[in-house]
């Protein structure tokens, strides 16, 4: 069995491509692309001829059995649109299954709007929490903020421009109006990296363009100026203590004027964290 090696490709400009990748994509046996006309756009810039074949979204479990057929032949390069395969888009399918048949998987590291997000935001970068693409659903959406009103971490986001205007406005509705980095068409011609508040966010992107990446600064203090990593050491406290959780959530709210279901949902994730 050969490898597949998994290739990170430029998310915008064509340049930003390591020299590992170009070698790997001319000696394959032939790549399988999420969109294969920007694929070939890449290929011809740096004269690499080997096959291609589409691999997307809805190629189906028969595409992925044609790849892993083909590794019994020669290695296989997998790349997506843009960035490192197998992160928000199909590439992850044919990673489960391609480890379930013990085939060695190889990543190529490259380019990734992620990390270039996050280390221009000018927000803490020290431990982030990257949720891919929010729900289309703006009930779906918004379960999904609550789980993480709490979280502590820089929360990172992919957004479409069509639905970065709802986004905005439930970020700004659930999470509050915290500082934010907006990033926008990261290394390409018109890259903005706007860096405000939500609210600002919101006033400033009225006709979005663009591929977007949210940086948000996670949970750091409440009203009355207790933090997030105060509020989880006296969870554990009351726990230690042997204290029942609705006695524990009351207290609590007294003492720092949070709201019940956010205090009952930190005692949840604690919770969660020991099981």
């Known amino acids: 069995m ?27 046996a032939f790549i399988a692309a999420e969109d294969t006309r920007k694929t070939k756009i890449l290929l011809k810039k740096y004269q690499i001829t080997t096959p291609l074949c589409s691999f997307y979204e809805h190629s189906g479990a028969g595409k992925i059995e ?5 590794l019994e032949e020669g290695d296989v390069a997998v790349v997506s649109e843009a960035g ?5 888009d199909p590439g992850y399918e044919l990673v489960v299954r391609a480890a379930e048949k013990g085939v060695r998987v190889i990543p190529v590291p490259g380019p990734s709007a992620v990390v270039s997000a996050v280390a221009a935001s000018a927000l803490p970068a020290d ?3 990257f949720m891919g693409f929010l729900p289309r659903k703006k009930g779906d959406r918004r379960r999904i903020l609550e789980h993480n009103e709490l979280q502590t971490a820089t929360l990172v986001i992919y957004e479409a421009p069509h639905r970065l205007s709802g986004a905005l406005n439930d970020i700004m509705q659930i999470l509050g109006d915290r500082r934010i980095s907006v990033c926008r068409e990261i290394t390409k011609i018109y890259e903005e990296i706007f860096r405000g508040t939500v609210s600002q966010a919101i006033n400033h992107f009225v006709q979005p363009k663009g591929e977007f990446t949210l940086v948000i600064e996670g949970w750091k203090e409440t009203a009355g100026g207790t933090t997030g990593q105060e509020i989880s050491s006296r969870i554990k406290d009351m726990k230690n203590s042997g204290i029942k959780a609705k006695d524990a959530v009351r207290v609590i709210v007294e003492e720092t004027g949070l709201k019940r279901r956010d205090v009952y949902r930190a005692w949840l994730e604690d919770k969660k964290s020991k099981s």
């Open 2 to 28: 050969h490898f597949l090696y998994l290739v990170a490709t430029p998310i915008g400009n064509l340049e930003d491509i390591t020299l590992r990748a170009i070698r790997v994509l001319k000696e394959a």
């Open 66 to 70: 044609y790849i892993l057929k083909a």
């Open 127 to 129: 431990s982030f929490l």
């Open 84 to 88: 490192m395969p197998g992160i928000s």
